[in-house]
Structures are given as C-alpha cells and as structure tokens.
C-alpha cells in the first residue's frame, strides 16, 4: 500500500508557517516512505475562500520546494460525491434528517448549561423516522455510536480514548443540503486513500468523529498524527485570522527558502543536537516519533543565525539565484555590473539575509548620488583628494585589473606618502561603495571594475572639492 498523506489547508489567507510546518512534516513523512503527498484546497467555505488565497497558498509551497505528487485538489469539484455519501449514510441507517429549530436547540442548551451538563444534541429526531420532503427545514445528523469508545492511536501524541458519549449527533448536511466540515474531511480522506492524517492538533477534537463516519461507511481508517502548534509571540496560536506572517514575507525579508524549512523542521522536531539540516538529511533522519509533544513558539533570532549559515554554506549559485530576485526587487538590472555568483562570494561572511547583501551589492550595478554622511564626515578631507587623485592616475594605468595588482597598487601608494592603509584604502571605499563597509577593497575593486572604479574615484574627487 502506498503511504498517502495529505496537507489540506483552507484558502481563506496565505500560507503562514503554522501551517508551512505541518506542510513540511507530511511532505517529509512522504517523501521518506516513497509515498505521495496530496495537496487539498478545503474551499467549501464560499464566504472566506478566495482565488488569490489559493495562489498564495500555492506560490508558498512553491518557493519552500514542497512538491505535491498529487493536487492541487478542490473541495468544492467534490459537492455532487459528498451528497451521495449523505444518501448513502441516510440509506443505511447511519445518519437521519434532523428538524430541530435553532430555538429548540438553544433552549435544550440552555437547561444543560444550567444543570452544569455538557451541552450537546439530545437526539431528539435520532429515531424519529423523519423522510425530510415534507417541506420543513431539514439537516442531516450522523447516528454516532451510543457505547464504547474510540480510540486514536496518535502517532505523535500515544493513545487517546474518548467515550462515544462524549460526541453528540453531528450535522453532516445543513439545511440547504451542503455537506459539513468533518463529512466532506472524511470524503476526501477515504476517496483519495490518505493513510496518514498529519494535521495540527486544533483538528484533535474531529478526529473520533471522523473515525467513526469511516467505519460507518466501512472505510480503512487511517493513521493520525496531531502535531503541536506554533504559537506566535503572544502566545497565541499562528492563524490567518490571527494576524501570522505569511511564508512569502520571509521569502521578501531576504531568507533562503532552505533556512526557513530548517527552522520550521527543528521548531518541534530533533535529531540528537543536530541543528543544521540538508532537506535530504530531513527527509533521511524524520521520524514522528520524535516530534514534540508541546507548542513551540517562533523566534526570530535563530531563523537569522540559520539564514547565515546556510547563506554561507550553500553553494553560490544557487544563493546567486535567489539574490537576484532581491536585486530585481531593487530594480536593478543585474547584467549592469559583476556576475552576482562573485557578488554572493564577496558578501556572504557579512550578510545575514538576502535583503542586507542585495542593498550592499547595489552600488555593483549602478550609480549613487548620496555617500553615508558620517562616511563622507570622516573620509572626504582635503588630504583625501590628494590620495583619490593619485591612486586615479595609478589605476588608470592598470591594465590586468585583479585583486592582487589592485591591492599592490594601494599598498605602494600609502608607503609613497607615508599613510597607514585606512587613509587610502578609507577614502577609496566610500568613494567607490558610497559606504565605509564592503568586502575587502581589493575585491570591491576587481568586481566594480576598472571604468566604474575610475569614474567614481574622479566624482568623489569633485565632490570633495565642493565641500572643502
Ligand atoms: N499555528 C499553527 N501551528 C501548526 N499548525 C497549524 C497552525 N495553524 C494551522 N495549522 C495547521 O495547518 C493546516 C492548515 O490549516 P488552515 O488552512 O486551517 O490554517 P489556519 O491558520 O488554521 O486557518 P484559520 O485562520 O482560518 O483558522 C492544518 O493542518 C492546521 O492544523
Ligand atoms: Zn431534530
């Protein structure tokens, strides 16, 4: 039998990292088994569902990498299956058309709340025998079992019993004929083959119902796997109502698809004390046995220090691709000015997201008007001039323009006039960068280039003049 599992969120906002982490654990326990994994878009909620939500929701899964080997699926192309699932439960036995007005249900509700019961259907039309056609308002109720218990053997959480009398007679059809939540769940469960529900625990509360609609309609039932949430830093969990950031805001802030799938992967999972994790190695060491039990809550801090990691560890080119969105985000044309695969090499050791090495970067390719004011303060002196105007002259007659013949050039220069370094090598940054920080001047130089390093030496020379 072929593992299944399935990530089914609702398209009513965009992925945030709630649901990118359970996404990510039911692609692994997939990919780990050989199985497939189902996306399912739960659109049945016509008021909140939205098209852009389900292409956020794809574009999120997209950018992590998480492929789906099947989907993207939609509730809502299933309405005619679920209704014959409704006939077929009515026909059977298991599920009877219920007439109970709201206010007969508030007031039993009512007298339960007052006798400190716990409120729920009384089962009032269970064995009435209603046929639903005689022009009243009818839902369909599911017959829950009256005795034993259910049984979840959680594969995260152990064993959890519930009494079948703790869950009343749920609504499975409403009056307008529209299947429910946990009837269309349940459907889609059977239909598609799931054998792994690996969802968040908010959906612990369905899963004996759930359980109990399969076996009624003979179904297998399948494995279940809760897993804990992620809570934002109030406390609270992260939801699309909730304010959560979406999965796509960490993609503009400058993380590697990698570090967030990372993060996420660590944030309620371990392997020994291992913290840096290729997605094969994921997808190798994975185990549910080994997911937390308890919430986690995000931290930044440690999503940063992995971007770095892995901004540094990963291969340039492959960072490069990334980069070059966010140099595009700048509206810059990255053919303007050096290979960025060089530009990532150069920046890497300083830059702990995308955003900060692609705004260092920016002066590669094109032209400023402002210098960093305390740069300009500390660096363009009278005397400076004297030294940008020097060093013109010696790189102008540079024609193997590399690292080493640059560097050298700047080193005779100092002992020429006596300088240490800084005073030459200072000037010549904010010159060239416009800042007083960028990868050793050397390579700064080699990368910009030998018209632009010339032509920006010779701006900043005037510029000088005009101050002083
Ligand atoms: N904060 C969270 N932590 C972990 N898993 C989550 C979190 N929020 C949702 N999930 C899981 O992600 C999947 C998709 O959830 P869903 O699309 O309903 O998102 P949601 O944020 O809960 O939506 P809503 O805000 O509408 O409640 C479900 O399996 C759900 O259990
Ligand atoms: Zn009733």
Known sequence: MTITTRFAPSPTGYLHIGGARTALFSWLYARKHGGDFILRIEDTDLERSTQESVNAILEGMTWLGLEYDKGPFYQTHHFDRYKEVIQQLLAQGDAYYCCCSKEE????????????????????????????????????????????????????????????????????????????YNLTVVVDDMDMKVTHVIRGDDHINNTPRQMNILRALGAPVPLYAHLPMILGADGARLSKRHGAVSVMQFRDEGYLPEALLNYLVRLGWSHGDQEVFSVDEMVEYFKLENVNVSASTFNTKKLLWLNHQYIMNSDPAHVARHLSWHIGQLDIDPSEGPDLVEVVKAQRERSQTLV????????????????????????????????????????????????????????????????????????????????????????????LGKDKTLSRIQKAIDVIKNLN
């Open 105 to 180: 249900l508030e007031t039993v509700r009512n007298e339960q709340m007052a006798n400190k019961e716990k409120p729920r259907y009384n089962g009032k039309c269970r064995d009435a025998g209603h046929k639903g056609d005689d022009g009243r308002d009818y839902v369909v109720r599911f017959k829950n079992p009256v005795d034993g218990a259910v049984t979840i053997n959680d594969l995260v959480k152990g064993d959890i019993v519930v009494a079948n009398k703790e869950l009343d007679d749920l609504v499975i059809a409403r009056t307008d004929g529209s299947p429910t």
């Open 356 to 447: 900060e090495m692609a705004r260092a970067s920016a002066f590669f390719y094109r032209e400023f008007d402002e210098y960093d004011e305390k740069a300009v303060k500390k660096n363009f002196t009278a005397e400076a001039a004297a030294v940008l105007a020097a060093l013109y002259q010696q790189f102008a007659k540079v024609e193997d323009w590399q690292g080493e013949v640059l560097h050298q050039v700047i080193v005779d220069l100092a002992e020429a006039q006596a300088l240490n370094m800084g005073k030459v090598a200072q000037p010549l940054r904010v010159a060239v960068t416009g800042t007083a920080v960028s990868p050793a001047i050397d390579v700064t130089l080699t990368l």
